[in-house]
């Protein structure tokens, strides 16, 4: 793998082991405060309990009654509380927001469900009125400490949408730039490629007229390596521009693009096409940038088998109620670790002295960015071959 990779995968663990960190270290602080915050309300709760029992066992018109009424029990703004008896009839409550309009026998089943809440959260509050009767305080927690204990989940669940957004919003600005890339790189190729092309098919049709080389074999082997440039010249075009799909055959594609290899490789790579559909068989597809593809795969095949082996090609139904068709292609090489099965489709990656590492990457762009395929690692064992499928639109 190529360094800038190593380095990028560092980049995005770091980030994740960040935010992880980050999260933590808000969830821990946010827990201390509600901590904090939830004891100070028991604190005032207490409080609110003793100066309830005070002012139940103190002459009404003490002025010690009118200040603790009126600075602790009606101050009380945050925190719902229910006052009831020993028989569960509710008394007296406060910071409870009821909805409007309530018949008498809805507020008390209302304020019997609440009830129910508050002890499920805390238990109730004895006051004790002497003789052996006794009031109960339910309350629970305030508004605002509801809302710091999921704050963190709020705040982690925000960070983590932004984050989503903020990647997929890197990803497609990423491809692209790397699709302008490949575009602009592709209509310069096809441009320089077309002046020296020019001329040499000038050169061809004269050598051709001329009584002197008409008969001479590298008139024949100049028209070849011209219409070879041609090709590779409509491949550029075709990428440097959206190309037009038709419906092939794609067993003749795969035929005729195995042809052109079988002279140009080691005479020790068999090469095999099959068909396990009804003859004739279509795909969507541009026939020029199909058999790149094709050309290759084959190629990295060759390559991986060091010269010597067997490659196959099996046309099947790829799937999807046979809306697709699947072209796989399997050699005898070396095979491909699992760690590095995602990692062959990268622009740069390569296992060769020589060489640039675009044609996997460069195949799987034609097959997913211009035929809206697949292209993927179906099998691969290290020492015993490997498998790409090439799922096709039928």
């Given at each position: 793998?190529?360094?800038?990779?190593?380095?990028?995968?560092?980049?995005?663990?770091?980030?994740?082991?960040?935010?992880?960190?980050?999260?933590?270290?808000?969830?821990?602080?946010?827990?201390?405060?509600?901590?904090?915050?939830?004891?100070?309300?028991?604190?005032?709760?207490?409080?609110?309990?003793?100066?309830?029992?005070?002012?139940?066992?103190?002459?009404?018109?003490?002025?010690?009654?009118?200040?603790?009424?009126?600075?602790?029990?009606?101050?009380?703004?945050?925190?719902?509380?229910?006052?009831?008896?020993?028989?569960?009839?509710?008394?007296?409550?406060?910071?409870?927001?009821?909805?409007?309009?309530?018949?008498?026998?809805?507020?008390?089943?209302?304020?019997?469900?609440?009830?129910?809440?508050?002890?499920?959260?805390?238990?109730?509050?004895v006051v004790e009125l002497g003789a052996g009767?006794?009031?109960?305080?339910?309350?629970?927690?305030?508004?605002?400490?509801?809302?710091?204990?999921?704050?963190?989940?709020?705040?982690?669940?925000?960070?983590?949408?932004?984050?989503?957004?903020?990647?997929?919003?890197?990803?497609?600005?990423?491809?692209?730039?790397?699709?302008?890339?490949?575009?602009?790189?592709?209509?310069?190729?096809?441009?320089?490629?077309?002046?020296?092309?020019?001329?040499?098919?000038?050169?061809?049709?004269?050598?051709?007229?001329?009584?002197r080389f008409r008969d001479e074999p590298i008139?024949?082997?100049?028209?070849?390596?011209?219409?070879?440039?041609?090709?590779?010249?409509?491949?550029?075009?075709?990428?440097?521009?959206?190309?037009?799909?038709?419906?092939?055959?794609?067993?003749?594609?795969?035929?005729?693009?195995?042809?052109?290899?079988?002279?140009?490789?080691?005479?020790?790579?068999?090469?095999?096409?099959?068909?396990?559909?009804?003859?004739?068989?279509?795909?969507?597809?541009?026939?020029?940038?199909?058999?790149?593809?094709?050309?290759?795969?084959?190629?990295?095949?060759?390559?991986?088998?060091?010269?010597?082996?067997?490659?196959?090609?099996?046309?099947?139904h790829g799937g999807r109620q046979n809306k697709?068709?699947?072209?796989?292609?399997?050699?005898?090489?070396?095979?491909?670790?699992?760690?590095?099965?995602?990692?062959?489709?990268?622009?740069?990656?390569?296992?060769?002295?020589?060489?640039?590492?675009?044609?996997?990457?460069?195949?799987?762009?034609?097959?997913?960015?211009?035929?809206?395929?697949?292209?993927?690692?179906?099998?691969?064992?290290?020492?015993?071959?490997?498998?790409?499928?090439?799922?096709?639109?039928?």
């Amino acid at each position: 793998m190529l360094p800038i990779y190593d380095q990028k995968s560092r980049i995005k663990l770091l980030i994740v082991v960040l935010a992880l960190v980050i999260g933590a270290v808000t969830v821990i602080y946010t827990n201390l405060l509600v901590s904090r915050l939830s004891e100070r309300e028991q604190q005032q709760i207490d409080l609110y309990a003793k100066a309830l029992r005070f002012t139940i066992n103190t002459e009404s018109d003490d002025a010690n009654v009118q200040f603790v009424s009126t600075e602790i029990i009606v101050g009380n703004k945050t925190i719902p509380v229910i006052w009831a008896d020993a028989d569960g009839n509710v008394l007296d409550y406060r910071n409870l927001n009821l909805p409007a309009r309530l018949s008498e026998e809805d507020r008390d089943q209302y304020l019997r469900l609440e009830i129910a809440e508050m002890r499920a959260q805390h238990p109730p509050i004895v006051v004790e009125l002497g003789a052996g009767a006794r009031n109960y305080i339910y309350y629970k927690d305030s508004l605002i400490l509801g809302q710091l204990r999921t704050y963190p989940l709020v705040q982690l669940a925000v960070i983590a949408s932004l984050g989503i957004i903020a990647y997929f919003a890197f990803s497609y600005s990423r491809r692209a730039e790397q699709n302008r890339v490949w575009v602009g790189l592709a209509k310069e190729t096809a441009h320089q490629l077309g002046t020296p092309l020019s001329s040499l098919m000038a050169w061809q049709s004269y050598l051709k007229e001329s009584e002197r080389f008409r008969d001479e074999p590298i008139v024949e082997e100049l028209a070849k390596d011209i219409r070879r440039l041609e090709i590779i010249t409509e491949r550029f075009s075709n990428i440097g521009s959206v190309p037009i799909l038709r419906d092939e055959d794609i067993y003749q594609v795969a035929e005729r693009a195995v042809d052109y290899l079988k002279v140009r490789v080691s005479r020790k790579v068999a090469f095999k096409v099959e068909s396990l559909l009804e003859p004739g068989t279509t795909a969507k597809v541009n026939v020029p940038l199909l058999e790149w593809v094709i050309e290759n795969i084959c190629k990295n095949a060759v390559d991986a088998m060091d010269g010597r082996g067997s490659i196959t090609l099996i046309i099947r139904h790829g799937g999807r109620q046979n809306k697709q068709i699947a072209l796989d292609i399997t050699d005898t090489g070396k095979g491909i670790p699992k760690s590095k099965i995602e990692t062959v489709f990268q622009p740069g990656y390569t296992t060769k002295k020589r060489g640039w590492g675009l044609g996997l990457a460069l195949a799987r762009r034609i097959v997913e960015n211009y035929h809206n395929g697949r292209l993927y690692v179906r099998w691969s064992e290290v020492s015993k071959g490997t498998t790409f499928r090439v799922l096709l639109n039928a």
